[in-house]
């Protein structure tokens, strides 16, 4: 099984409906995030959490939310998707504090897609 | 804030030959590292290599090595006997060395193609 998954894989929908991107990880690692990634800008780091209290922005969060549920979930959410959300998100995890080891592992991505 | 560009947004190599990827970052920082990701077309994201700025060494893992140059502030990638699962989209990043540093910067990304 994978460690990081992601749901759903792949989401269609429509302009101004709530949306939930799910993260769960059986790694065990404190530190979780979410990017986006766009056509020829890479990915984007859209918030991150180095433990369940402590919820961090990123670099363009703005038209997003997260909620940490449990050390092994983060979850992404949109309120009001808008077409200029399309994209890639991908989750990642870290561990806790090794910075010498301090790998992100990512989940498989989930393509969504706001008509 | 730190930058990370990639120039070339295609390369393209024939089977079992090289092909080298450029990378230049932007930092005032000293402490920092420096990773290479590779997504293939299912989109996972996969580490290829990672280099510590503090190490002079540059980092190989099998046919995939770096030439780091701290001075320059560049961090290119070779890739020896390309082979076609080297097909994929390869993305530079630059992570703080701080206690906060935990966060990825990526480049743009370059798409490799295996010619056989």
């Known amino acids: 099984d994978a460690d990081v998954t992601q749901t759903p894989r792949n989401r269609i929908t429509k302009t101004g409906k709530r949306i939930m991107l799910e993260c769960s990880q059986t790694?065990?690692?404190?530190?979780m995030y979410w990017y986006r990634q766009d056509p020829g800008l890479g990915l984007r780091l859209i918030y991150y959490?180095?433990?369940?209290?402590?919820?961090n922005k990123g670099e363009i969060s703005d038209g997003y939310s997260v909620s940490r549920q449990a050390q092994a979930k983060f979850s992404l959410s949109l309120e009001s998707a808008i077409p200029n959300q399309t994209a890639l998100y991908f989750c990642?995890?870290?561990?806790?504090?090794?910075?010498?080891?301090?790998?992100?592992?990512f989940g498989p991505g989930t393509r969504l897609t706001v008509l | 804030a730190q930058t990370v560009t990639q120039s070339q947004p295609e390369m393209s190599v024939q089977e079992a030959e090289t092909v080298t990827l450029s990378c230049t970052y932007d930092?005032?920082?000293?402490?920092?590292?420096l990773f290479w990701y590779k997504q293939p077309p299912s989109r996972q994201m996969i580490l290829v290599i990672r280099?510590?700025?503090?190490?002079?060494q540059n980092a190989t893992e099998n046919r995939f090595s770096v030439n780091f140059q701290k001075a320059a502030k560049s961090f290119s990638l070779k890739i020896s006997d390309s082979q076609l699962g080297d097909a994929a989209m390869y993305f530079c990043?630059?992570?703080?060395?701080?206690?906060?540093?935990?966060?990825?910067?990526f480049g743009g990304g370059t798409r490799v193609l295996v010619k056989p």
């Open positions: 990642a995890t870290s561990d806790l504090g090794r910075r010498d080891t301090d790998t992100q592992y």
């Open positions: 790694k065990g690692h404190d530190r």
């Open positions: 959490s180095f433990d369940v209290k402590d919820i």
């Open positions: 930092t005032s920082e000293s402490d920092y590292y």
């Open positions: 280099q510590e700025a503090y190490k002079q």
């Open positions: 990043a630059y992570r703080s060395g701080g206690a906060a540093g935990n966060k990825l910067t």
